[in-house]
């Protein structure tokens, strides 16, 4: 197409970098390039002098030293003591903990609220359209601070539940909800538990092991072996038996009211900042899931219903083999980007004190060292990295499920 | 035949039968109910459990509601007023509602000027909302934001007037030009309006008092204006930077389509909060020594691009999802790049992209919030500061909160409406 726009090869001229569209481009890009760097070599400078300036420099050796506060939430070892790379893991998994427990809790929920948005029951259809548009239309931020007061201003302190007659008893003896937190059961493993453990895992692989066999057997030879009742006894059998064969190994460790005059002690302890952050995301963000799961299923065309069913599979086959494949399909690209959402959202958690990356790394780490481009560079790349992971798996799964047409 | 009929059948009958009603369990209300609200022992179920979160919600609402105290001046009188019973104190509403709309440091005598400003906001959207309106009217549009910049920030009439004239002139030129190239044009236009600001400068310096309104510096705008204005300023800008990026990286010019795709990447990689940290605490770093200019200012550069990210990959879906044809007859008509994307690509693709922007923009809207992490006294900034540390209103939580989300979902889902309504008129395809 372009030979014969083109003027015919010959002598190059400087003219033709700007009105010929062959090279036309080029001089466009070596423009931006030249750009690029210019702006590039002007804030550098301008940095460099600006650090010379303050006596700065730019070095990660704070990383090292001692941190010098307190963290309460952590799944590590940490004190005081510990260094600011050490407060800064501590932020990862915490970062990692609550999006995990987000995600599934707002997954759930969504799944349900996006269901019960298409029910036929008009009353519940719009409950569940206030839902979604109550929590959808107000920022995540102000969520997240309305339960985290709920916890700090409703529930009683953890002083109500002390002493031999307490205000307030423990809800079926091991949960206590104060002010501060929920305190829950943990478990204890005796000698032995581990093996419980080991076997629980063990069986959960059979069980998904047994699903997939009987799958692929219903699809090769069309037997149909039962699912539902099978799954569970694989679940929960052996790790029954082991339990009580190995005589009950593994006991709860209940939070104590009269171990101590000023706090509950034993337990583990959810901080007030972790559940209004879960709590708060998961709510916030299943409003969205259940956006995309009905879109989901209202794009499955009403033909594939009444197609499988005229083949005479029963309702609940017709979803399970026809309707949520071709569902799953059109929600779960935009379900991991909520995921993505919720991950970068918890760094909203400086707002109610947890300590997640944010928080330490780009809290109280930046303001104690005054390092901060060093701390935000670190705080960003964290992030990328997660973003970058969870849109490669994303791609991964779009290329695997992407219709294959012609 | 029938008389054959007649004599093998004892009895047949000759006429019609009139018309029963439907058993009333199958009509109206009855109907409808057994349908939708008892549909089966699931149904009911359900319609009985609902019922029941209803009656838990509104019982735990409605009297806090309507037992409400308006007219005291703090929350000792309020509970002193409610004496033990159930009830609101929304007085801190009407005592301090200036602060959580306009911010604690505006002075008090010139509300009216940003709610002027406000008011003629829906005057000056109006057109580009609603095509059926006259196109004149978008002449205002295009005056609004000299004027709201004059009324909310204040200062002499003639900064707006200069910076006016400085587009006018960048038009014109523009105009005169861009049948001989876009490039030359735009490049021309910018390089006019420039000139003329700068000149402009030196009439601004001579008369700093014409027709002037009291300046109100940047750092004492708060409370919902502040939301409102980084929500309208950002938006609009990273329309066009949106536009321009998703293009850079439809680019088949390998440098400017990595710069873009690095640039959205990276910014929809980090959390808002982390850009709006380096907004705080990183950019004075990288600006020459001695430019302070205030944080209102940087913070809008980053949610900006931070916008723009998002509205590019918007609008790249949009560019995307055009039939290859209509780049192609783009082509073949003769059109260079500029013109065949401003005269058939852009107004296509835009369209489709419509609900999408609305999409980043409620999101946008709702992210404003985040600039009280950063101490900036928003309206979640001004009721977790200055009003619940207050003495007089330490406590009452409930009544901000709600004023709060009310404010924030009015607008989010009157925009929402807005993108589907607009969906639906935009709808060419009729099949």
Redesign the interface.
């Known amino acids: 197409m372009t030979t014969l726009t083109d003027p015919p090869q010959g002598s190059f001229k400087v003219s033709m970098l700007l009105n010929d569209t062959r090279y036309r481009s080029y001089t466009f890009q070596f423009i931006a390039l030249i750009l690029l760097i210019a702006a590039f070599a002007y804030l550098g400078s301008n940095l460099a002098y600006n650090l010379a300036e303050a006596g700065l420099n730019i070095s990660y050796g704070f990383l090292g030293e001692p941190a010098g506060y307190d963290i309460n939430q952590r799944l590590i070892e940490y004190t005081s003591q510990s260094s600011h790379w050490d407060a800064t893991i501590v932020g990862v998994l915490n970062t990692l903990l609550v999006a995990f427990l987000a995600c599934v809790t707002a997954t759930i929920l969504g799944v349900i609220a996006g269901v019960l948005r298409l029910s036929n029951n008009w009353l519940i259809s719009k409950l569940m359209s206030i839902y979604v548009e109550a929590f959808r239309n107000v920022p995540v931020l102000i969520w997240i601070i309305i339960i985290f007061t709920v916890i700090t201003a409703v529930l009683p302190g953890a002083r109500a539940y002390l002493g031999e007659d307490p205000d307030v008893d423990l809800t079926l003896g091991m949960f206590a909800f104060t002010n501060r937190g929920i305190y829950i059961p943990a478990p204890v493993l005796g000698s032995g538990g581990m093996a419980v453990v080991v076997i629980l895992l063990a069986s959960i692989m059979a069980m998904f092991a047994y699903r997939s066999y009987a799958k692929k057997l219903l699809f090769n030879t069309g037997r149909l072996l039962p699912m539902a009742w099978p799954s569970v006894a694989i679940l929960i059998l052996p790790a029954v038996i082991a339990f009580y064969v190995l005589g009950q190994p593994i006991t709860l460790d209940t939070p104590d009211p009269l171990a101590n005059r000023f706090n509950l002690r034993g337990g583990i302890q959810i901080g007030a900042p972790l559940i209004a952050l879960w709590f708060a995301l998961a709510i916030y963000t299943g409003a969205f899931i259940a956006e995309n799961v009905r879109a989901g299923i209202q794009a499955v065309s009403k033909g594939q219903t009444e197609a499988a069913a005229s083949l005479g599979l029963r309702p609940n086959r017709v979803m399970n083999l026809v309707v949520l494949p071709q569902a799953l399909r059109v929600i779960i690209p935009p379900l991991i980007s909520q995921y993505l959402n919720i991950t970068k959202n918890s760094s909203l958690a400086i707002a109610v004190g947890y300590a997640d990356i944010t928080a330490t790394l780009g809290g109280i780490t930046l303001n104690q060292t005054g390092r901060a481009i060093e701390s935000v560079l670190l705080l960003m790349l964290f992030y990328l990295v997660i973003s970058l992971s969870i849109s490669t798996v994303m791609n991964l799964y779009n290329r695997a499920v992407s219709l294959k047409e012609r | 035949m029938s008389d054959t009929h007649a004599h093998s059948v004892a009895y047949v009958r000759e006429t019609q039968l009139p018309q029963q009603p439907p058993p009333t369990i199958e009509t109206g209300a009855v109907k409808w109910v057994r349908?939708?609200?008892f549909?089966g022992p699931w149904?009911s179920l359900?319609?009985l459990v609902?019922?029941y979160?209803?009656y838990l919600i509104l019982a735990g609402s409605l009297p806090w509601l309507l037992n409400g105290v308006w007219t005291t001046s703090n929350i000792r009188e309020c509970r002193e007023v409610l004496d033990g019973a159930t009830g609101g104190c929304f007085s801190v509403l009407s005592e301090r509602w200036n602060q959580l709309l306009f911010g604690i440091a505006y002075p008090s005598d010139q509300y009216w000027r940003p709610t002027v400003a406000f008011v003629l906001l829906i005057a000056a959207l109006a057109p580009v909302l609603f095509m059926h309106l006259p196109r004149k009217l978008l002449i205002f549009t295009g005056l609004y934001p000299f004027i709201a910049f004059w009324l909310i920030w204040g200062g002499t009439i003639m900064v707006p007037i200069v910076a006016l004239i400085g587009v006018g002139v960048g038009y014109a030129v523009y105009n005169r030009y861009v049948a001989d190239s876009f490039a030359m044009g735009f490049f021309g236009g910018v390089a006019a309006a420039m000139v003329t600001w700068w000149l402009g400068g030196f009439v601004i310096g001579a008369m700093p008092g014409f027709i002037a309104l009291e300046a109100v510096p940047s750092r004492d705008m708060g409370g919902f204006m502040l939301n409102m204005i980084l929500g309208v300023v950002c938006v609009s800008l990273s329309l066009p930077l949106g536009i321009m990026l998703a293009l850079g990286r439809q680019s088949?010019?390998?440098?400017?389509k990595w710069?873009c795709v690095v640039f959205i990447?990276?910014i929809?990689?980090?959390?808002?909060?982390?850009l709006l940290?380096?907004a705080n605490?990183?950019l004075?770093?990288?600006?020459?020594?001695g430019t302070n200019f205030d944080l209102i200012l940087r913070v809008i550069i980053m949610i900006t691009m931070f916008a723009a990210a998002y509205i590019a990959e918007v609008i790249r879906g949009g560019l995307a999802a055009l039939p290859r044809g209509q780049y192609e007859a783009a082509d073949s008509l003769g059109l260079d790049y500029a013109q065949s994307m401003r005269l058939i690509i852009l107004p296509q693709a835009l369209k489709i992209s419509i609900p999408g922007i609305v999409n980043v923009a409620?999101g946008l809207f709702?992210?404003t919030?985040?600039v009280?992490?950063i101490s900036m006294f928003d309206l979640?900034g001004m009721i977790?500061g200055p009003i619940l540390a207050s003495t007089d209103w330490n406590?009452v939580?409930w009544e901000l909160?709600l004023f709060?989300?009310m404010l924030?979902?009015v607008v989010?889902?009157g925009i929402?409406q807005y993108s589907q309504w607009l969906e639906r008129q935009l709808a060419t395809d009729h099949r």
């Not at chain 2, 088949?252 to 400017?256: C, G």
């Open positions: 349908q939708n609200l549909n149904g359900l319609t609902s019922l979160v209803i088949s010019m390998p440098i400017i710069i990447e990276f929809r990689g980090v959390p808002l909060i982390t940290f380096v605490v990183v004075a770093y990288f600006l020459p020594p409620v709702k992210d919030t985040l009280s992490v979640v977790r406590g939580y909160w709060a989300s924030f979902f989010c889902y929402s």
